[in-house]
């Protein structure tokens, strides 16, 4: 039987914490539950002590007979599932502080980690929940998104916790994938992320806003599925995926090196990286002065074309081997898409709009899949879920 250690923080929806409980009992599993000091405030320890016929946890120094129930019970169970999960215990969580027994355990648990956040619209929303909230993922902690609709405050959009059945589903699908082999276990795949930086002098480059969010997404869901990837990054500010090869490069020239050294032994190539199109002709190695009398300054920087990354690639891929590009358009995507899937001799092109705070450096994404037997559409999601839906067309293809 396997155990999974239930986690209640402090919210209007811990009351559906009890029904969790049930949920999970139904389906075969023994369930522990440990609470905050605020979470016993909307139910009391002594329903979920009646409910799961263990001891409800709530203080860390006061648990007769197990002194240090952060280390056992985080070390026990199969899964520590917290749900609800506050804004305020996910904030902790990813600065990884552990001032209460749920945080405590969080820091000591060895099985994995999952989260059901809940919370007012507004503070679901706010950038520092979303990248708290993106920081857990990348630390392989996984996060049950959250259902939208009327909230308890009377607002209404995304933050509600979902209904008890559909998150003992989500407990379902992780066991049954940890029991079955992972489906992408020995295929390599070659994913190129970030920008590049062409420089102009001793001090200037020319680059775009790309933060890599998106290549580094692709790497931990290949990762995830059990593939062997390697990462050529362009200059990003963002941890490496865990167990991922990481190759940093600067320049276009550099990140064409270094897939042409990996790209042969890749069954899937990726190039999600935004590649500067032009670099300058040269590089001075000194700081150019602005334009004075019989003297040239940035005005008159000449460019040339950077080594095309995807079309080199496409030419050279073998019988059965997947090349996958990206088209970042200000307009007419499918279109400029499509003639780049041709062109590129890529088997899929991610098409997506650009500018005006949308793709660079945003933590979602609305894309364009293309191949030869037509598009997909699909919403404004999560790069992280983004990530597993291109993996998922790869799969089809």
């Known amino acids: 039987m396997k155990t999974v250690l239930l986690g209640v923080s402090g919210g209007i929806a811990a009351y559906k914490a009890a029904e969790i409980v049930r949920a999970l009992q139904k389906r075969g599993y023994d369930v522990r539950v440990m609470m905050t000091a605020n979470a016993a405030q909307f139910v009391s320890p002594l329903t979920f002590a009646a409910l799961s016929h263990h001891e409800a946890l709530t203080d860390e120094f006061d648990c007769p007979g197990n002194p240090i129930p952060h280390i056992t019970l985080g070390q026990g169970c199969d899964l520590f599932l917290i749900a609800p999960a506050t804004a305020n215990v996910v904030a902790k969580m990813a600065a990884g502080i552990a001032d209460d027994l749920l945080t405590s355990t969080v820091l000591a648990c060895t099985a994995p980690v999952m989260v059901a956040p809940a919370m007012n619209v507004h503070m679901y929303e706010k950038t520092v929940t979303q990248d708290n909230l993106a920081t857990l993922r990348r630390r392989g902690i996984a996060v049950i998104d959250a259902a939208s609709g009327y909230q308890a405050c009377g607002d209404l959009g995304p933050g509600r916790l979902p209904e008890p059945e559909q998150i003992a589903d989500v407990v379902d699908e992780h066991f049954q994938r940890e029991a079955a082999p992972l489906p992408w276990t020995g295929r390599k795949v070659l994913i190129t992320a970030g920008p590049t930086v062409e420089p102009i002098d001793a001090v200037r480059f020319v680059s775009n806003y790309s933060s890599g969010k998106m290549g580094y997404a692709l790497a931990e869901a290949a990762l995830s599925r059990g593939a062997e990837v390697t990462l050529v990054s362009g200059p990003v500010s963002l941890p490496a995926p865990m167990g991922a090869t990481v190759v940093p490069v600067k320049t276009a020239r550099d990140m064409l090196a270094a897939c042409e050294e990996a790209f042969d032994s890749a069954d899937v190539f990726i190039a999600s990286a935004a590649v500067a199109d032009f670099r300058p002709a040269e590089t001075a190695k000194e700081k150019l002065k602005k334009g004075t009398e019989g003297q040239e300054g940035l005005e008159h920087v000449r460019f040339v074309e950077n080594p095309d990354i995807l079309a080199t690639m496409g030419t050279r891929k073998r019988p059965g081997q997947i090349v996958v590009g990206f088209a970042a358009e200000t307009s007419d995507i499918e279109r400029y898409g499509r003639q780049k899937l041709a062109s590129k001799h890529a088997d899929m092109i991610v098409a997506n709009q650009v500018g005006e705070g949308k ?39």
């Open 359 to 397: 793709g660079f450096g945003t933590d979602d994404n609305q894309a364009l899949l293309i191949t030869e037997s037509g598009s997909e559409a699909l919403p404004l999601m999560a790069k992280t879920r983004l990530a597993d839906a291109i993996l998922d067309k790869i799969e089809q293809i």
